[in-house]
Every structure is written in C-alpha cells, then in structure tokens.
C-alpha cells in the first residue's frame, strides 16, 4: 500500500469514527442537536476556521478520488501486476507469471512419466520465484528421481529463459495413472 492510500485510509477511518460517535451520542440523547447546531454555526461565523475547513475539504475530496478510483492493486509488485520488472541500461522487460507457467508446463510435460501439468508461479515479498508444480505420473514412474530432474530441469530453464532464480520448485503429485486408468482416458 502507498503512503497516500495510507494517508487516505487513516483521515477517512478517523472522519468516519468521529461521524459515528456524534451520530451515537445523538441517537442516545447524551449531545443535544442544538448544541451541535451551535457549534456548526460558531465555526462557521469565523473566517479562518471556514477557510480551514475549506481547505481540508478539499484535500479530503482529492483523496477520496485517489483513493476510490486509482487505488493500488495488491498483486501489483514494483508497479507491474502480475509480472516480473527486470531492468538494465537498455530499458525494461516484464515477463508474466502466465508466461513463466507456461515455461514450467512445457518442461515437466518433456518428461514421459508426467501428466496432465498445471503449475503456479509465486513471488513473495523478497521478490523470490517460488514454483509450485501439479501433475499427475504413471506408475512405472520413480517419483522421487522424476521430481529431482523436474526441480533441477525447471530451475535451469527459467534461469537460462529470463535469467531469473527460482528459491524453490514445489511439486505435488495428484494421481497415479495405471494403464487401466490410461485405457478409460483415451
């Protein structure tokens, strides 16, 4: 979150609390309507004040607009959404997690044993490639030396693709395909 969405949000919650607690006191009896009216009308007589006022009014406004309409995406990460900035002297590139997925789609699927792939693509806060890999594998298939070469395979590929490091590759197996299982598919 942006410091002026920060901004926004506290001088909005803090407007709100005070509308409701005078609001509140109202409904209760506790503060007189003529007393709030008066008070209204002595901040009002004063020049100053009413230009204060007018001015924080303003302001409030501004940011209310901001903050309704240009809010900041919370998948946004170095100002692009969904994607990763790499920069150079050049200029910019920005490489989709969608693209990044499909990179690790096409190599898991490169492996006879694995079926029906889907992966995720995740950068936490350290801006670090997390990779979570599902499919299913056939039963002749050795999972642990699959998901080592999987881990090791995308890895590299991401790496020599968009020159980025991946901190870790997930994988979850879903299914065991037999052949019997295979035979119903087809």
């Not at 506290?10 to 005070?18: E, G, V």
């Not at 008066?38 to 901040?43: A, N, Q």
């Not at 990460?77 to 790499?86: A, C, N, S």
């Not at 694995?114 to 490639?129: F, G, P, R, W, Y």
Request: net charge negative; charged share 25%.
């Amino acid at each position: 979150m942006k410091i002026l969405d920060r901004i926004g949000l506290i001088i909005f919650s803090n407007l709100i609390l005070i509308i409701s607690v005078i609001i509140c006191l109202l409904i209760f009896g506790w503060l007189s309507p003529d007393t709030v009216y008066d008070v209204i009308k002595l901040v009002l007589n004063d020049q100053v004040t009413t230009n204060i006022i007018l001015a924080i009014s303003i302001v409030c406004i501004v940011l209310a607009i901001k903050c309704i309409f240009f809010s900041t995406d919370k998948n946004e990460i170095g100002g692009i959404k969904d994607g990763i900035l790499l920069q150079n002297a050049e200029g910019k590139l920005v490489i989709s997690k969608t693209t990044l997925e499909e990179l690790v789609n096409n190599v898991a699927s490169g492996f006879e044993s694995a079926k029906d792939v889907t992966s995720k693509i995740i950068l936490d806060e350290e801006k670090n490639l997390i990779v979570y890999v599902m499919l299913n594998v056939e039963e002749n298939a050795v999972i642990k030396e699959l998901s080592n070469n999987l881990q090791t395979k995308i890895k590299s590929a991401i790496k020599k693709t968009a020159d980025l490091e991946v901190k870790e590759v997930n994988i979850s197996i879903k299914e065991l395909h037999t052949k019997e299982t295979q035979g119903l598919e087809q």
